[in-house]
């Protein structure tokens, strides 16, 4: 008995460190993750051509701007001549070539890479360059979710000039810790339309995971809830992202020091609306009306954040009747099945193009909303005890802070199960004690 206790306790601990936020694993987006492939295309002593690939493998999270910034650390004495489609931030000290004619691109031994911009000079680009480092999520856009550029790469005049894959990778989004790069399988191309496939001479692959815990420690969005057959509205759970008004503006304030210029390459702190949750975003579930065979739901997304429009967002959500969508109004749906199991109870929203797809920053029409119409299963569906209520919401990946489920709306006279329990015993107890007394 003993050793099956252990045993116990042991998977326990297992499965309660793999799921903890901190090391980045999602249940509903269990294979999510951004990769980073090196593709060594042609190799001699002192000259090598890298192609180097991202690729957001994520279902809703993406990476918006300011955009990825790649870096890593060179193993031996190594520099970048040439680059297409990207550019480091900082040439670095290249005196070692003064007497070559032409200086490399860059000679730091960990150079930081950003994308070029959308409209670059042509001769600059490669396919899937130019977009800022912004990477679209998977389900939202399939077409955009990929980076790539290409390098030369020598060395220094004192170096043999072998070429050594780089370590300790770092793509500059918070909440991403990535691995060392293994070696895979060489990636093979296809040319002249398909007939032939050529090779890379060989080919690396480092993974990026997001951890919402080492992106901010503090939540980042909150939900309330109401319903037509109950009389109040369920607020944000108070403090829900951190207690501090040191940096919250009143409605309608725009302090000096929100009108000052910020660098468009750096991600600005949140300055959000004073509020008692004080989210940058507030999520508002309303069960709208009741039909014979349907029930309807509006859902609010506003933008507390006086600093930042959020471009592509999404939302998630996790409710038992999302498999009964009937249709959604003014949002991009579409069903997330993680485990392919055929449970289909996540659902991902997001804005139309040129239409709601950008939350303006906080205002009067800082705010985007839907509403859903769902088929009733009538062996599940239920008003009582929350049920018309999400189990969970994310907002672009993140984790939105969701009332106690004891606060949650329920049918009038409708008693709940906890407040019940509570009742008995104290009644029991009550009869226990007089028995005793009389």
Not at 62 to 74: E, N
Not at 140 to 154: A, E, L, P, Y
């Amino acid at each position: 008995m003993g050793a099956k206790l252990n045993l116990v306790f042991a998977v326990t601990i297992i499965l309660v460190t793999i799921s903890s936020p901190s090391h980045g694993y999602d249940p509903l987006d269990p294979f999510g993750k951004i990769t980073i492939k090196w593709d060594l295309i042609l190799s001699s002593p002192g000259h090598h051509t890298v192609q180097v690939r991202l690729e957001n493998m994520q279902e809703y999270r993406h990476v918006d701007k300011p955009g990825w910034k790649l870096s890593w650390h060179w193993e031996s004495k190594q520099v970048i001549w040439d680059m297409r489609g990207a550019e480091t931030t900082e040439q670095g000290n290249c005196s070692a070539f003064a007497s070559s004619g032409t200086l490399p691109h860059c000679c730091l031994t960990r150079p930081t890479i950003v994308d070029l911009l959308p409209g670059a000079p042509f001769n600059s680009q490669v396919s899937n360059c130019c977009r800022g480092g912004v990477l679209t999520a998977m389900s939202q856009d399939h077409t955009n979710h990929v980076s790539v550029f290409h390098m030369t790469i020598g060395s220094f005049p004192d170096d043999s000039g072998e070429f050594t894959m780089p370590s300790n990778f770092d793509i500059g989004v918070p909440g991403y810790s990535c691995d060392n790069a293994t070696t895979v399988a060489p990636t093979k191309y296809s040319t002249d339309k398909g007939r032939r496939k050529t090779q890379a001479l060989a080919t690396w692959e480092a993974v990026c995971v997001y951890s919402q815990f080492r992106s901010s420690q503090s939540p980042k969005c909150c939900v309330s809830l109401s319903a037509f057959y109950y009389r109040n509205i369920v607020p944000c759970p108070t403090c829900s992202c951190g207690c501090s008004s040191s940096h919250c503006v009143k409605p309608g304030e725009m302090p000096p020091y929100l009108e000052q210029k910020h660098d468009p390459e750096e991600e600005v702190p949140p300055v959000v609306e004073c509020t008692k949750h004080m989210c940058p975003i507030h999520i508002h579930w309303h069960v709208k009306v009741n039909y014979r065979e349907y029930w309807r739901v509006k859902i609010t997304a506003t933008n507390l954040n006086t600093m930042k429009n959020y471009t592509d967002w999404n939302l998630v959500v996790l409710h038992p009747n999302l498999k009964s969508v009937e249709q959604v109004f003014s949002f991009n749906y579409k069903s997330l099945t993680p485990y392919h199991n055929g449970i289909n109870d996540t659902g991902m929203f997001w804005g139309v193009k040129f239409y709601n797809d950008v939350l303006l920053q906080a205002g009067k029409i800082g705010n985007v909303q839907t509403e859903l119409l769902l088929k009733k299963d009538m062996g599940n569906f239920s008003f009582r005890e929350g049920w018309a209520f999400p189990r969970r919401i994310l907002f672009n990946g993140d984790e939105c802070v969701m009332p106690s489920p004891d606060d949650y709306p329920r049918l009038p006279g409708y008693a709940s199960s906890s407040s019940s329990a509570v009742f008995s015993f104290v009644t029991i107890l009550f009869c226990f004690l007089l028995h005793l007394f009389v």
